[in-house]
């Protein structure tokens, strides 16, 4: 093989762009019907932003001046279409109270890093922790470790993150003492805006423990990490449990397959066999789950961020709904579905990667 | 095969789209004109019904066009699913994404009704 068909081979996709432009060109209906859907909701309920703004004690006449500011005596279909057009360019204004003054776009700029760090722990935490144990739990079918596996796994699934969340804090937090209640660092420890970079000054990610690495403060890493550890556990338990009972069955069915008995019965060993050709066929089906395990770790960012008092975008949520600050909540509310919708592209080309009959 | 009188493809897959999507528009354009004139009859106050009835036919869009891209994306595995499982349901993916075209249609018929009918008033 010539250097040119190397080349062609290194380059070459995996999965085929038009596969991926498909998929990609679905996300703006989805997202055109989600804002559409939070345009609907936010002009159904209650409240009005012009008291938000203004306070109780405001006059008609200032109220009245607020709502001809902000648009609200427009027609309603020439707001959608405004509103549809400021989504386009996810241009939402300015929040009305729980960062006033302040962009949306720079509100959520501020904590998507720390909801997107807390899932990532998360789900890692999952993976880590739920493909072992739903192999060993398939290889050992009905045995202890099988069974001990399964309750776990069927606890896990059970227990909501409200519930499990104060459990956790009352247990390591107040009785045992050993992780902190909430916050992501300790509070007597201030970490800079910027980090060097070969003499240039670069911004931080807003992951705390990642920027704790990029600034070399060892401390600060460890504190985060510490502070990080527990609402990682609660929002990757229902994840490990999820993935694990889905690695175990597909594990199951896998290795009952003849192509597996073909490997064994050619002398191949147990344990080859089983990551070899076992593994990744098993992977597929798990693949989805963890993809769609992903999004619903961000909706579990709400509960977890709440409980924890973690001020990411699920905090964010909560208050600006709490609040009344309807332009913080078209903005996270969108931000999640293209979070969301992102990452179910991103499983269906890791899918069709894994099963490329999937393309057909 | 393609004979000489038949209507050319891309006129035919427009036109059968079109229904598809007119016939739900025109219920409701029907049901956003009659909604907001009788919202505003009971309530006595147009701009309210406005916001009212134009905010559920955005409800209704947005439903419908989330259903419709979702019927996309994995109305086919669903169906395999369901063939590979064995149940007996007549769910396709094709008639979902025409259900939701339909509705989608729907909810962009009450929007403009309702501004029409709020116009007028």
Known sequence: MNWTQSLFRLVEPVVPPRFVIKRLLLLIPVLFGVASVVFAILHLAPGDPAIVIAGQRASAEQLEQIRVELGLRRPLWEQYLSFLWDAARFDFGQSYSISRGNSVRSVISDRVPITLELAIYGQAAGILLGLPLGIISAVKQDSLTDHVTRIGALTGISVPIFWSGPLLILLFSTYLDVFPTSGRIKSTLFLPETWTLFGRELPLTGMITLDTILLGNTEAFLSAAHHLFLPAVVIGVYSTALISRMMRSSMLEVIRQDYIRTARAKGQGAKITLMKHGFRNALIPVVTVIGIQFGTLLSGAVLTETVFGINGMGLTIVTAIGVSDYPVVQGTVLTFALLFTLVNVFVDVTYSYLDPRIQQ | ?121
């Open chain 2, 1 to 121: 095969m393609a004979q000489s009188g038949d209507p050319p493809r891309l006129r035919q897959y427009v036109v059968v789209r079109a229904q598809l999507v007119g016939s739900g528009l025109v219920v409701g354009l029907l049901l956003g004109g009659l909604g907001m004139a009788g919202w505003t009859l009971y309530t006595g106050d147009a701009r309210s019904s406005e916001a009212t009835v134009f905010a559920l036919g955005a409800l209704v869009f947005g439903f419908g066009l989330l259903g419709w891209s979702g019927s996309i994306l994995a109305g086919r595995g669903i169906e395999a699913m369901q063939e590979h499982m064995g149940t007996r349901s007549n769910w396709t993916e094709r008639d979902s994404r025409r259900a939701m075209a339909r509705l989608c249609g729907g909810g962009g018929g009450i929007m403009v009704g309702t501004s029409i009918v709020a116009a007028l008033l």
